[in-house]
């Protein structure tokens, strides 16, 4: 009994650090139906700059008082004004890719101003400790609880019964029918901003001080990633219910600490300890009624680009292998070598990776399925690879083409029903899961990696690394036909109606949920197929390549490029090569990145679904498709789909 | 005082809503090609035509939801074209969008709650006018709105006009969707309104019904105004602009 009072103590403090973080994701997306995925970046940089100001004599309270009532809000109303008042009536891809970007971004400035991985002290608000049913607490914890629980009902009576927060909500539902009750829907949406920014940064500052040795940057980020799940639970509306889930979530990792820790073998259960949290946050989706589920909207695709020909595509990918071939020429036999050249490990890294950014054209731009663990399968098929006869052989590729395949399908089976944000959220906490519980694991990628070796097809070796690339860029050459093949197929009008209208698809008879299965484990199998072309290139592969940030940012320029075109899925793989080649760029990826969907975050199509791009970008070989005169057009159309076209790429986007 | 130097009843009351040479559309696309109107206060005014005239249009761009590229609009004397719809809500122009009005993820009671932007009426008192005018909406104080029959909820939505005592009153399409029992029950709200003074623009698709309430009436077609005049004069009228417009009367 002492025990398990013991872990309950423990467990509800743990949930108190989640509740406050959860309270104020549920309060953003009530005041602003965008799930803000920067605001644990939000709560980190709040902590760090409340650390820095101390650190400059800044007395306590000056501090407090300039993060909290200051500098928060004032950032959220900023932020609400350059960039969330934009996504009204956006599809519901853009907010995911905008607060994602912006998560980078300060991911990356926080990086740079305090380093992501030095571990800081903040001092606690209340020194001391007190004890309780045998466990010994610092007094912050006590106060984190009680801020918790304040906070929680204070939001609660503010969206009940006041007529502010009402009409915060109100936002959300129809901003022009607030306007036409006389107040502006921009100033409360903007109030929505700065308090949901001024609860995270009240996280942060209350929450940093009980992490001890673990107050990173990174920690500090990924912390909220855990309230994820709490959110989930109130269905990111309901503050009580997120409240409860918060409790729930560290009562339950407690209780799996203390008495998993008595049962397993030590070291084992460790990693999923630490995917616990994800693992609750994938169940929690999936268990949600559906009814639930309606207000995360669907992905209104923007207009997809002319279908290519089959010709064109055919005239275009074997231009593109000879091209390699040339290029191959003019290095030496080891240029792929990291060391030797800086060019060659960005050519090859491209066409690989390149793999990975067509399964994301499948999924994002043909099917509208917003998915984050791409280089989750991507992990899985180096693994693969790797471990299968004796890492270097066809049948390596064939295991990894096919286990991520299958993995793609358990994945898609139990999410089904979750679309947009929600899907966005699965595949993240699947991600994260995989990365905590498997790739973390000595046994699996080990702590030098695994070595995966390079594949002798039918006697014709490609251990050269000129053979090497030309295998690459044939094999993303045809990958990338694939893709546009598929586009023109039976299966790629289902992607793209699925897309547009899955009500419609079932008057039709077409079934949504086998659709959606067979893209996703079309898309793993790529993925893992990229994955292990991606070790054979490399050599080793290692837990730390596909982390979820890096996840992140690739495909945030799948998305800068336009997740819709195989151009654009080329060269966001080429930008991603780049970044992570050249060492002094490294370090602002996440901050270009960032930046850049913020900037494509304001039209819906990518670089490449520019119409001026669009105009003016044309391959010799592709036709132009005849534009139709603007005045043509019936005025019965409505505003918002004339805003939805003026977005859209123009007929001749470059495929 | 001579005789002479007495304006006429006409000149001498400012309209309650005046529009000239008002141009408008979405993009590169006009939909509004110079439509001048003229409503008397106290009038309920008819706006009708077929599909794609440009009927909505218009009242969008009077409660300030579209910008006219051209014209005036004035809300007694006041211009407006220039101003938000937020601002136009305290001068006293009240529009009920096409669709349903409301907030459907905001309980009814919610709803009522942001009625009270305009000012001067209190949230309890919103609420007791809205439910003493339609007492179902006062069963239902706590379901959210779009779990409400398309009836109720447009009940809801015209509550909006009861409460905030405008001057001028927008009704686009109030009969969309619903029974005409319920069309007929809304009709008479918005007759009692008029009775009250209130100046009233109707939409509508339901000539008759339109034409059974209102004072006043106007053909519009291809974005201008073809005919105005009474009710009567316009009955027959409306079938033909509706014939020749391409487009069958609801």
């Given at each position: 009994m002492t025990e398990f009072l013991e872990f309950t103590v423990l467990g509800v403090a743990v949930g108190a650090a989640y509740a406050i973080l959860a309270t104020g994701l549920v309060v953003t997306y009530t005041t602003s139906g965008i799930f803000n995925f920067a605001h644990g970046a939000v709560a980190m940089f709040a902590a760090f700059t409340y650390w820095s100001l101390t650190q400059h004599g800044v007395p306590e309270?000056?501090?407090?008082?300039?993060?909290?009532?200051?500098?928060?809000?004032?950032?959220?109303?900023?932020?609400?004004?350059?960039?969330?008042?934009?996504?009204?009536?956006a599809s519901v891809e853009r907010p995911i890719m905008v607060t994602l970007g912006l998560l980078v971004i300060m991911l990356g400035a926080a990086d740079l101003i305090w380093n992501i991985s030095t571990v800081r002290t903040l001092n606690p608000l209340v020194a001391g400790t007190f004890t309780l049913f045998g466990v010994k607490l610092p007094w912050q914890?006590?106060?984190?609880?009680?801020?918790?629980?304040?906070?929680?009902?204070a939001m609660r009576l503010l969206f009940a019964r006041t007529r502010l927060g009402v009409g915060m909500r109100a936002v959300v539902d129809d901003p022009e029918l607030v306007r036409m009750t006389g107040v502006s829907p921009n100033r409360m949406s903007r109030a929505g901003w700065m308090l949901g920014f001024f609860l995270a940064a009240l996280a942060g500052v209350l929450i940093a001080p009980t992490l001890g040795s673990t107050f990173t940057v990174l920690n500090m980020t990924l912390l909220v990633v855990n309230a994820y799940a709490a959110a989930v639970v109130g269905r990111l509306r309901s503050v009580p219910w997120a409240f409860v889930g918060a409790i729930g979530l560290g009562l339950a990792t407690e209780y799996f600490v203390g008495y998993g820790s008595q049962h397993f073998a030590s070291g084992v259960g460790s990693e999923i300890t630490t995917a616990l949290p994800m693992i609750f946050l994938f169940v929690a989706l999936v268990a949600l009624p559906s009814a639930r589920l309606e207000a995360a909207g669907r992905l209104v695709a923007a207009r997809i680009p002319r279908t290519v020909r089959g010709r064109e595509s055919l005239i275009a990918a074997s231009l593109f292998v000879a091209a390699s071939v040339v290029f191959s020429l003019f290095f030496s036999g080891t240029f792929l070598t990291e060391g030797v050249s800086t060019v060659?490990?960005?050519?090859?890294?491209?066409?690989?990776?390149?793999?990975?950014?067509?399964?994301?054209?499948?999924?994002?731009?043909?099917?509208?399925?917003?998915?984050?663990?791409?280089?989750a399968f991507m992990g899985?098929?180096?693994?693969?690879?790797?471990?299968?006869?004796?890492?270097?052989?066809?049948?390596?590729?064939?295991?990894?083409?096919?286990?991520c395949a299958a993995v793609g399908v358990l994945v898609a089976l139990p999410t089904i029903r979750l679309r947009g944000l929600y899907l966005a959220l699965a595949t993240f906490a699947f991600a994260e899961a995989v990365q905590l519980g498997f790739f973390a694991d000595t046994h699996v990628l080990g702590q030098a990696g695994i070595i995966v070796g390079r594949i002798s097809v039918a006697g014709v070796s490609f251990t050269g690394d000129r053979a090497e690339f030309i295998l690459l860029s044939v094999v993303f050459a045809l990958c990338a036909v694939g893709v546009l093949a598929i586009r023109r197929s039976a299966f790629g009008r289902r992607l793209v109606a699925v897309n547009d209208s899955p009500a419609a698809c079932a008057t039709v008879g077409l079934n949504t949920g086998i659709t959606k299965v067979a893209v996703f484990a079309l898309a793993a199998g790529m993925a893992g197929l990229g994955g292990a072309m991606w070790g054979s290139l490399q050599g080793t592969v290692g837990a730390s390549n596909f982390t979820i940030f890096a996840g992140v940012i690739f495909v945030l320029f799948v998305v800068i490029w336009s997740a819709r075109t195989v151009t654009g899925a080329f060269l966001a793989a080429l930008?991603?090569?780049?970044?992570?080649?050249?060492?002094?760029?490294?370090?602002?990826?996440?901050?270009?990145?960032?930046?850049?969907?913020?900037?494509?975050?304001?039209?819906?199509?990518?670089?490449?679904?520019?119409?001026?791009?669009?105009?003016?970008?044309?391959?010799?070989?592709?036709?132009?498709?005849?534009?139709?005169?603007?005045?043509?057009?019936?005025?019965?159309?409505?505003?918002?789909?004339?805003?939805?076209?003026?977005?859209?790429g123009g007929p001749g986007v470059v495929s | 005082m001579t005789a002479t130097s007495l304006p006429t009843p006409e000149a001498d009351v400012v309209p309650a809503l005046s529009i000239a040479g008002l141009h408008a559309g979405y993009g590169r696309i006009e939909v509004l090609h110079g439509v001048d109107l003229e409503i008397p206060a106290g009038s309920v005014f008819a706006l009708l035509g077929p599909n794609g005239a440009g009927k909505s249009t218009l009242l969008k761009v009077v409660s300030g939801r579209v910008r006219a590229t051209k014209g005036t609009v004035a809300v007694g004397g006041t211009r407006i074209d220039r101003r938000p719809a937020e601002a136009l809500v305290h001068l006293g122009l009240c529009s009920i969008p096409e669709g349903r009005g409301v907030f459907p993820n905001l309980t009814v009671r919610e709803n009522l709650w942001m009625w009270t932007y305009r000012g001067g009426v209190s949230r309890d008192e919103v609420e007791a006018r809205a439910y003493e005018a339609f007492p179902r909406l006062g069963t239902r104080r706590r379901q959210l709105a779009g779990t409400m029959s398309g009836g109720e909820q447009q009940m809801l939505a015209i509550s909006r006009a009861l409460v905030t005592d405008p001057k001028v009153l927008l009704l686009d399409e109030l009969s969309m969707g619903l029974a005409p029992l319920i069309v007929e029950e809304l009709y008479e709200v918005v007759g009692t309104l008029a009775g009250q003074g209130l100046t009233v623009v109707v939409v509508e698709q339901f000539v008759t019904t339109a034409l059974h309430v209102a004072t006043r009436a106007a053909i519009m077609v291809h974005g201008r105004i073809v005919r105005e005049g009474s009710p009567a004069e316009m009955a027959d009228a409306a079938l033909g602009a509706y014939l020749s417009g391409g487009s069958t009367p609801a």
């Open positions: 309270w000056l501090g407090l008082l300039l993060v909290l009532a200051v500098g928060a809000p004032a950032f959220g109303a900023l932020v609400e004004w350059g960039l969330m008042r934009r996504l009204y009536g914890n006590a106060v984190l609880l009680g801020a918790a629980v304040l906070v929680a009902v060659g490990p960005i050519a090859g890294q491209t066409m690989a990776l390149g793999l990975v950014a067509l399964s994301l054209v499948l999924l994002i731009g043909y099917a509208g399925e917003v998915s984050l663990c791409q280089f899985i098929g180096a693994f693969c690879m790797g471990k299968v006869a004796g890492g270097d052989s066809l049948l390596g590729v064939l295991v990894a083409v096919g286990a930008t991603y090569a780049i970044f992570t080649n050249v060492s002094h760029l490294t370090k602002v990826e996440g901050i270009f990145a960032g930046v850049g969907v913020i900037l494509i975050g304001w039209v819906a199509n990518g670089i490449l679904g520019i119409e001026w791009f669009g105009d003016r970008v044309h391959l010799p070989w592709v036709r132009r498709a005849p534009t139709e005169p603007a005045d043509a057009v019936e005025p019965c159309l409505e505003p918002s789909l004339l805003a939805a076209g003026s977005e859209a | -």
